[in-house]
């Protein structure tokens, strides 16, 4: 069973940066796609930012288009999401998720994902 753990959120202030990390165990980390995806209280939860297994194929959100970075780096089982230029409406709980069929392209959509982190809070202060 894969187990996927975020770490990195925390509390910034508006224009300010935080990088997440989403370490992997349990499975093949290098044959799955892996997303980022983010929930606010009373809304949906929202696509933010997809890699495919091998890491050129990248796929964003509207909401992360140049601001946020998603890589992975496949030897320390880990993905990444460097977040910049952060906005209050970036205040959510964001949550790792992974895709065993990693070798398609990067996928928007939550219910192609097979696994999800427990999710790590990221504050934005205005």
């Known amino acids: 069973q894969v187990q996927l753990v975020e770490s990195g959120g925390g509390l910034v202030q508006a224009g300010g940066s935080l990088r997440l990390s989403c370490s992997a165990s349990?499975?093949?980390?290098?044959?799955?796609?892996m997303g980022w995806f983010r929930q606010a209280p009373g809304l949906e939860r929202e696509f933010v930012a997809a890699?495919?297994?091998?890491?050129?194929?990248?796929l964003y959100g509207d909401s992360a288009k140049g601001r946020f970075t998603i890589s992975r780096d496949n030897a320390k089982n880990t993905n990444y999401l460097q977040m910049n230029s952060l906005k209050p409406e970036d205040t959510a709980v964001y949550y790792c998720?992974?895709?065993?069929?990693?070798?398609?392209?990067?996928?928007?959509?939550?219910?192609?994902?097979?696994?999800w982190g427990q999710g790590t809070q990221v504050t934005v202060s205005s």
């Open positions: 998720a992974a895709r065993r069929q990693g070798n398609l392209l990067p996928s928007d959509t939550s219910w192609d994902y097979d696994y």
């Open positions: 349990g499975g093949t980390f290098n044959s799955y796609g």
């Open positions: 890699i495919s297994w091998s890491g050129p194929k990248v």
